[in-house]
């Protein structure tokens, strides 16, 4: 039962453009969602994170959405950059209930091209 | 500030041995956390410490256990090891439950 899904495996976008990364999930308990990055042979790196109360949080070149209704989340990362290249993961916990476990999509690998 | 570290990087067992993998906080977090990750998963949630207690488990059989210590540094252990253990294990730590997590860079774990 994946309750976090990325169904995008991959994604390629020019530098300098905006890359849009996608999470769905099912599980209406959910009140908290991360996204991380990871590079090959390193742990995932915190990017940013929203509260269930918030629709939107920018952080730099970094903004999540979040749309409750839908149980949808997305990351916009403008203007993409080399550097950005990586495997994003989306992540949800129902703080309420279950502190801190971190349920993970299986990731997007996002390919920034020059 | 000194981040996540773990250790060792690389292990390889083999079925039936056991294995301890440790971790050691970032400074000021008292919550470590534990996860599972197969090639191409993400993570999956093995268990979680705060301030020494187990603080909620995910779905991994009894043979998956921790500790955490008085310093917050922490290590999983796993008994009577299987194929299926062969996978990147990860630590996160943070300052509380409630936190976003912080991870480190992990252990690779290959079972022959």
């Known amino acids: 039962d994946q309750q976090v899904k990325q169904n995008s495996p991959s994604l390629s976008v020019q530098e300098g453009r905006i890359s849009i990364l996608n999470c769905d999930y099912t599980n209406s308990m959910f009140d908290y969602f991360l996204w991380y990055k990871k590079y090959p042979a390193e742990g995932p790196t915190f990017l940013i994170s929203i509260s269930s109360i918030k629709d939107k949080n920018e952080d730099g070149r970094f903004t999540v959405f979040l749309n409750k209704s839908a149980k949808h989340l997305s990351l916009h990362i403008v203007p993409s950059q080399p550097g950005d290249s990586a495997v994003y993961f989306c992540a949800a916990s129902a703080v309420g209930n279950q502190g801190g476990k971190l349920i993970f999509g299986q990731g997007t690998e996002l390919s920034v091209k020059p | 500030e000194t981040g996540v570290t773990q250790s060792p990087t690389h292990l390889i067992k083999t079925r039936g041995q056991q294995v301890t993998l440790r971790c050691s906080s970032q400074s000021g977090h008292n919550t470590v956390s534990w996860y599972q990750q197969a090639l191409g998963q993400g993570p999956q949630f093995i268990f979680q410490y705060y301030r020494e207690e187990e603080n909620g488990r995910g779905n991994f059989p009894p043979r998956f256990s921790g500790l955490q210590f008085p310093n917050y540094s922490s290590e999983l252990n796993v008994n009577a090891l299987e194929l299926d253990d062969s996978a990147l294990y990860l630590c996160?730590?943070?300052?509380?439950?409630?936190?976003?997590?912080?991870f480190g860079d992990g252990t690779r774990l290959s079972i022959l």
């Open positions: 996160a730590s943070s300052l509380d439950p409630y936190q976003p997590q912080h």
